[in-house]
């Protein structure tokens, strides 16, 4: 089962509001992540966790706040958006990164910005 | 720098016409290369991952094969639910950073 569990799906919110994405795996994975895909571009790396903690972040403003409370979940915190940060949201995650291991993506949380 | 193109951008078949799809990558010390399918509004789906030059993996009507600089996606006899964006990837040749992604080829089969 490869299985990574996104919610919710479509997302619409303020620039003032407060909202969060949330992801769960049930595969054992010790790494999870966050990437950002606009519209006809590939997705674009945003945050790493390895065993639950943050071990990249690919100089991503602020606004966005990533949380890992254990080892099956991962969120992403939202707040002061831009409408330009509209986009679709990936969730992945894979065995340790260092190995090489294949990156188990999410079907992605459609996020607007208004 | 690490780089991954994937040819054509824009791929238009018609069901049964054979074709393939290119990814050349410029990385040292590859350490996989991953083929995914992204159908709209969706994430990437996995599909293949190749280690080695020589290496060929089939999965249905698609094959994925490896050099030392490039890969190829073989699609035979493709039909309409083929139809998607096939994503290259590769890791980073240097530091503890995970995938960068080809722009990858929309593949679109007609009936």
């Known amino acids: 089962d490869t299985e990574v569990t996104q919610t919710p799906k479509h997302l619409v919110m303020g620039m003032t509001n407060k909202k969060s994405l949330k992801c769960e795996q049930h595969m054992g994975h010790r790494a999870m992540y966050w990437y950002k895909q606009k519209a006809k571009k590939p997705p674009e790396l945003m945050f790493v966790y390895s065993y639950e903690k943050l071990s990249i972040n690919e100089s991503v403003p602020s606004r966005f706040s990533p949380e890992c409370p254990n080892s099956s979940l991962l969120n992403l915190h939202l707040h002061a958006l831009q409408p330009e940060d509209s986009a679709l949201y990936l969730c992945?995650?894979?065995?340790?990164?260092?190995?090489?291991?294949?990156?188990?993506f999410g079907e992605g949380s459609w996020l607007t910005v208004v | 720098e690490d780089q991954v193109t994937q040819s054509p951008e824009a791929l238009r078949l018609q069901e049964g016409e054979s074709s393939s799809l290119n990814c050349s990558y410029t990385v040292s010390g590859l350490r996989g290369l991953f083929w995914y399918r992204q159908d709209p509004g969706k994430g990437p789906e996995f599909l293949f991952t190749l280690y080695s030059a020589g290496e060929e993996k089939e999965k249905e009507r698609l094959k994925a094969t490896l050099t030392k600089k490039e890969s190829f996606l073989h699609i035979t006899a493709p039909k309409p639910e083929d139809s998607a964006t096939y994503l290259c990837a590769v890791p980073r040749s240097s530091g503890n950073t995970p995938l960068v992604f080809g722009k990858g080829t929309r593949l679109s089969v007609i009936a």
């Open positions: 992945a995650s894979s065995q340790l990164w260092e190995h090489g291991n294949t990156i188990y």
